[in-house]
Structure formats: structure tokens, C-alpha cells
Nanobody, 126 residues
Framework: QVQLVESGGGLVQAGNSLRLSCAGSGQILIPYAMGWFRQAPGKEREFVAGISSNPNTTTYAYSVKGRFTISRDNAKDTLYLQMNSLKPEDTGVYYC???????????????????WGRGTQVTVSS
């Protein structure tokens, strides 16, 4: 069983940056693909960024490409999301997820992903 805990959310002004962290426990995360998702009020949860168990493969949603960077530190069992040039439309609860299959992480559907954190709130003011 994998437990995931997000941190680093907060309230920032548009144009500023935040770095989210996701600490894993229960099992080492090296074999797992991981990803970040977000959910805005009244909207469905959506894919933001994914990173494979081979850390050379990353995927981004079009809306965040060039502004967000996903990375992982396998020695610390921690996933990161560096968010730059934040916009009000980036507001939402950000969730960390893990699954053995990278295809599940980057899929348009999220209901096959095995492990989720509880989320951290990011609010971007204009």
C-alpha cells in the first residue's frame, strides 16, 4: 500500500511561483509512475503532469506546458511540481497520484489510478 501526502499549496498572486511536494510512504516509489492532477470548483479532476518510473519521460497538459515542471527524487520518495507564471485559472485542489502503469497516469480518465493523496489547495489571485 502506498500513502501519498501533498504539501506546498497556498495563496499567491498571478505571475508568482509555488512548488508542491508529494511525500510517499508504505512502499518505495521507484517502480511507480506518478502524476499531478487538479480539480477546480465545479469541474472534474484533470491531468496536469506525469513522470514515468524512468524519470526521463514526462508529459504535461497543454495548459501548463512551459510553466510547470514535474520531477521526482527517488532517494526521498518525493514528487515535486514547480509551478511558475501562475494564472488564476490554475486555482484548484492539486492531487498527487501513483500507479505502476504510466498509461494510467497520463490517460484522460482517472478512475484506474491506484493511489491518491488527499490534495493541497492552490489559489491564484488576479
Amino acid at each position: 500500500q502506498v500513502q501519498l501526502v501533498e504539501s506546498g499549496g497556498g495563496l499567491v498572486q498571478a505571475g508568482n511561483s509555488l512548488r508542491l511536494s508529494c511525500a510517499g510512504s508504505g512502499q518505495i516509489l521507484i517502480p511507480y509512475a506518478m502524476g499531478w492532477f487538479r480539480q477546480a470548483p465545479g469541474k472534474e479532476r484533470e491531468f496536469v503532469a506525469g513522470i514515468s518510473s524512468n524519470p526521463n519521460t514526462t508529459t504535461y497538459a497543454y495548459s501548463v506546458k512551459g510553466r510547470f515542471t514535474i520531477s521526482r527524487d527517488n532517494a526521498k520518495d518525493t514528487l515535486y511540481l514547480q509551478m511558475n507564471s501562475l494564472k488564476p485559472e490554475d486555482t484548484g485542489v492539486y492531487y498527487c497520484a501513483a500507479d505502476r502503469l504510466y498509461s494510467f497516469i497520463i490517460s484522460t480518465t482517472t478512475n484506474r489510478i491506484n493511489y491518491w493523496g488527499r490534495g493541497t489547495q492552490v489559489t491564484v489571485s488576479s
